[in-house]
C-alpha cells in the first residue's frame, strides 16, 4: 500500500466536486487545475500519520501530485518529521520545504504548513531571516504568502518585529488571498498588542487594501471598528 492508494479509498467523488469549486480550480481561477478527490482534513490527517515515517524522497513525489490531498498529505508528514527532528534535521527538512514550494500552491497548503515548519525554524535560527525576505520578493504568489504566514509562529511567541515588517513589505498587493493573509498576521498581532497594531494601521492606512483592514481589526470593539474603517483612529 502506498499513500497515494490510501488516499484514494478515501475518495468522495460528490465532496471532490464541492471542494473544487471552494478552492477555485476553474479557468483563471487561483487554484485553476488543481485536482481534488473529495477527503476531509481528518481523513487526509489519518493517514498522513499512517505514513509519517515516509522517506524525503517520498514526500518530494508526493509534492509533485496534481491531486490535493495527496500534495496536503505529504506537507503533514513532513511537519510531523520536523516537530520530531534534532536542529540538524530540522534545517534539512527547512531546506527541502523551500526546494518544493511548487507544489505547496494553494492558500491551505501554505497555511497549515508555512508557520508550523519555516516560521518555527527561522525563529529558532535568526541567522537565516533572509529566507522570509527572498520568499516575500518571489513572483509566486505562493511563496509570498509562506513568507507572511510563517510569520504566525513569531506571532504566537509575542516576537512582533519581524512580522510588522514583512506585512509591511507585502501592503502593495493586489491579489485578495495576499490582503486576507496580512490581515490575518495582523489580527493576530493585534491580540498580542492592540494599541502597536493601531498604530501600524494609522501609519499605513492610506496603503491598507480594504480586506487586509477588516481582517485586522476584527477583535476591536466595535465602535472603535467602525470609526477605523472611516478612517478615525
Not at 488516499?7 to 464541492?18: D, F, G, I, Q, Y
Not at 482534513?41 to 508526493?62: F, M, N, R, T, W
Not at 523551500?98 to 525563529?123: E, K, R
Request: net charge positive; aromatic share 10%.
Amino acid at each position: 500500500m502506498s499513500v497515494s492508494s490510501t488516499l484514494k479509498k478515501l475518495a468522495n467523488k460528490e465532496k471532490a466536486l464541492a471542494v473544487a469549486k471552494y478552492f477555485k480550480t476553474g479557468k483563471g481561477e487561483y487554484g485553476e487545475g488543481d485536482i481534488f478527490i473529495g477527503i476531509n482534513s481528518a481523513g487526509v490527517s489519518s493517514v498522513a500519520k499512517e505514513y509519517k515515517d515516509l522517506p524525503l524522497e517520498e514526500i518530494a513525489e508526493l509534492l509533485k501530485s496534481k491531486i490535493h490531498e495527496e500534495r496536503s498529505c505529504s506537507l503533514e508528514i513532513l511537519e510531523m518529521r520536523y516537530t520530531k527532528a534534532d536542529p540538524k534535521m530540522q534545517k534539512h527538512i527547512v531546506t527541502f520545504y523551500l526546494a518544493n514550494t511548487a507544489g505547496i500552491n494553494n492558500w491551505d497548503l501554505v497555511d497549515s504548513s508555512a508557520s508550523y515548519i519555516l516560521g518555527h525554524y527561522v525563529f529558532n535560527n535568526l541567522k537565516d531571516e533572509k529566507m522570509i525576505w527572498k520568499l516575500s520578493k518571489s513572483k509566486n504568489m505562493w511563496e509570498r504568502r509562506i513568507s507572511i504566514v510563517s510569520m504566525l509562529h513569531f506571532v504566537k511567541m509575542k516576537s512582533l518585529d519581524l512580522p510588522y515588517k514583512v506585512a509591511e513589505a507585502l501592503l502593495k498587493e493586489k491579489h485578495d488571498l495576499m490582503h486576507k493573509a496580512v490581515g490575518w498576521v495582523l489580527r493576530e498581532a493585534g491580540k498580542k498588542d492592540e494599541k502597536r497594531m493601531l498604530v501600524f494601521l494609522k501609519k499605513h492606512y492610506s496603503n491598507l487594501a480594504r480586506t487586509t483592514l477588516r481582517y485586522a481589526i476584527e477583535r476591536v470593539e466595535e465602535k472603535r471598528r467602525k470609526a477605523i474603517l472611516l478612517g478615525k483612529f
